[in-house]
């Protein structure tokens, strides 16, 4: 399949999880009305950007409200979804006897059966501190996964990563070498790093590899304590942003086109001119 289209919906989140699912199963069937064969959700589609609402509203994997009505919506609109990310409790047996609890920003893949055909863990925790204009941590709460996800699916090889995840260049960069073709990324960027950073990083992520990239964001809610500037893109190989919303709640779909990653692999050889006798890379 070399022509996909892709639904950017971004929602408004609100403190309320159930109003939260609806909307995200509202948004996945309009994304299906208007063509699209995969719906990407945002960054914590179900919950508020904050750490003490990511222990309110985190939820068991096996048994996750969220989850299970999302695979529902695929399989009954026929579409592959990307469900954002949620906070994922994961219960261990500790030393002593007792139970912990740790909790990771997870993102879901669901083909078109409802079947999850993968998941993935942020791999690098939001911790910053840009003095007298953005202070956050999410390793107050949350835990960090350790594992690359790139995913074979009918419509592509799709790789994952979220938010903060985006500024690593090795992360990309080693999803591309396993085969990515579409780099997807839900996010949650504030009103500080947004206008400074995120279309750059994004142009930046799809030049270095040649490949689509996607990130999808909460609409900007200015009541909420955490604001998310909104602002998801698709960005094409060749670096070009083909569509960016501004930042209210609103749905978009891209269509792409998988052969403009050979085109341009051919026209500039980035990936084949790489000097590995200089450095050790690892690939599969």
Known sequence: ?????????????????????????????????????????????????????FIEYGEEFEDS???????????????????????????????EGKDEKSIYNTSVLFDNHGKIL???????????????KIYFKESDTLSAGSNFTVIETELARIGIGICYDIRFVELSRIM???GAEILIFPGAFNLTTGPAHWEILFKSRALDNQVYTIGVAPALDKTANYNSFGHSIAVNPWGEVIEELDFDEDLKIVEIDLNEIKRIREEIPILKNRRCDLYEIKEK
Do not use: W
């Open 1 to 53: 399949m070399n022509l996909i289209k892709i639904a950017l919906c971004q929602m408004n989140v609100v403190d309320n999880k159930e109003e939260n699912i609806k909307k995200a199963i509202q948004m996945i069937r309009d994304s299906k009305k208007q063509g699209a064969d995969l719906a990407v959700l945002p960054e914590m589609f179900n919950c508020p950007y904050e750490n003490e609402k």
């Open 65 to 95: 409200q969220t989850l299970n009505r999302i695979a529902e919506t695929a399989k009954e609109e026929d579409i592959h979804v990307l469900a954002g990310s949620i906070p994922e409790i994961e219960m261990s047996l500790a030393e």
């Open 118 to 132: 993968g998941k993935h863990r942020k791999m690098h925790l939001f911790d910053i501190d840009v003095k007298g």
């Open 176 to 178: 591309t070498l396993n």
